[in-house]
């Protein structure tokens, strides 16, 4: 059964940092791309960011670019978003979600529950 | 970047009705890579069709998709009562992957 575990969200003041984690199992994680797409409270789905299955391909929404840094550790199985300068509109739920494919040209077919990162003072 | 519009934003059906999603592009999908979500109240999303018509797995046959280019459908062919949610379609042929803003279908 595939599974995805986020953890790291809190609260953070305006221009900090937070690591957010995603434990994957139930699957060959080394095999897949793996993404980050987030929630704002009450809005819609918005793509964050994408890893293909070697990490050696990355792609960022432009809202991102810059402050956000994905990466993968397979030898941990885990996935990761580096978020710098926070901003009162990074405010949202955090999904960690498989690719169905190794690229990142991918749609996304397992999804964790999310975890919340507030940006505020 | 490749916007997706959404339409209607609400619809309210009764089950057992058909029911016809529309996502539209701003410009060509690339290889008909649109998939289409479902989202259901505290949940996370779950995917319904990729590559603008293949069924996810486990999913009913009463959802189908169709369409390319920039013109994209989502059907459900008979309302079930846990079909009552948001849908939302995903383009990720063309970087950055973008989301529509999602069709919330709600009880009558």
């Known amino acids: 059964e595939v599974q995805l575990l986020e953890s790291g969200g809190g609260l953070v003041q305006p221009g900090g940092s937070l690591r957010l984690s995603c434990a994957a199992s139930?699957?060959?994680?080394?095999?897949?791309?793996m993404s980050w797409v987030r929630q704002a409270p009450g809005k819609g789905l918005e793509w964050v960011s994408s890893i293909s299955d070697s990490g050696g391909s990355t792609y960022y929404a432009d809202s991102v670019k810059g402050r956000f840094t994905i990466s993968r550790d397979i030898s941990k199985n885990t996935l990761y978003v580096q978020m710098n300068s926070l901003r009162a509109e990074d405010t949202a739920v955090y999904y960690c979600?498989?690719?169905?494919?190794?690229?990142?040209?991918?749609?996304?077919?397992?999804w964790g529950q999310g975890t919340l990162v507030t940006v505020s003072s | 970047e490749i916007v997706l519009t959404q339409s209607p934003g609400t619809l309210s059906l009764s089950p057992g009705e058909r029911v016809t999603l529309s996502c539209r592009a701003s410009?060509?999908?690339?290889?008909?890579?649109l998939a289409w979500y479902q989202q259901k109240p505290g949940q996370a999303p779950r995917l319904l069709i990729y590559?603008?018509?293949s069924r996810a797995t486990g999913i009913p046959d009463r959802f189908s998709g169709s369409g390319s280019g920039t013109d994209f459908t989502l059907t459900i062919s008979r309302l079930e009562p846990e079909d009552f949610a948001v849908y939302y379609c995903?383009?990720?042929?063309?970087?950055?992957?973008?989301f529509g803003p999602g069709t919330k279908v709600d009880i009558k």
């Open positions: 139930g699957f060959t994680f080394s095999s897949y791309a």
């Open positions: 995903q383009q990720y042929g063309s970087s950055p992957f973008t």
């Open positions: 979600a498989k690719g169905i494919s190794s690229g990142c040209y991918s749609s996304v077919d397992y």
């Open positions: 410009q060509s999908v690339s290889s008909s890579y």
């Open positions: 590559g603008a018509s």
